[in-house]
């Protein structure tokens, strides 16, 4: 959902959430996603073909998932004069690896790793503090919080998709 409201921000118009969970995708529609897809029950590849006709722009895996990963290269623009653009945020554990069709990359394509918005916090903060009070960023959104007692529920909200965030207050 983050990078949905980054989307916003740097004003992207096509805004294209895909997930498995449809309770996520409903927020993600809240989230002013423009669209969504459900990937558990359609072809991501062929829908996002279909609303952008060559491909998306940009991509971004959030999920730390290889077969993820593959469907947002996939998605790129297959070649021309738009070079698409994937980034890598899920974490993933060390010596995942991932299959890639070489020869699309060779299209001009780029995939990179992203650690923390690869941003510089002294700098990055300040700007997400900002837009926030300007309405354009509303992590607190973002947010659902528990107390610490029930850590269980937080845990099995947040795998089932229920919540975003959950945060334990002591």
Known sequence: MSAILAA?????T????????????EIAKKFVATHTI???????????QEITGEGADFTLECVGNPKVLQQAVDSLP???P??????LLGVVAP??????????????WTVRGIIAGDSVPDLFIPILIELYRQG???????ITFYPF???????????????LKPVLRP
């Open 38 to 48: 459900n990937s558990g029950k359609v072809d991501p590849l062929a829908a996002i």
């Open 78 to 80: 297959r070649g021309g």
């Open 149 to 163: 007692g029930e850590i269980k529920k937080a845990v099995e909200d947040m795998e089932k998709g229920k919540v």
């Open 14 to 25: 096509t805004i294209i959430a895909v997930d498995i969970n449809s309770d996520r995708l």
């Open 136 to 142: 354009r960023f509303p992590f607190d959104r973002l």
């Open 8 to 12: 916003i921000v740097c004003g992207c």
């Open 82 to 87: 738009r070079c698409g653009v994937c980034g």
């Open 95 to 108: 010596g995942t690896e991932v299959a890639l069709d070489m020869d699309k990359i060779m299209n001009g």
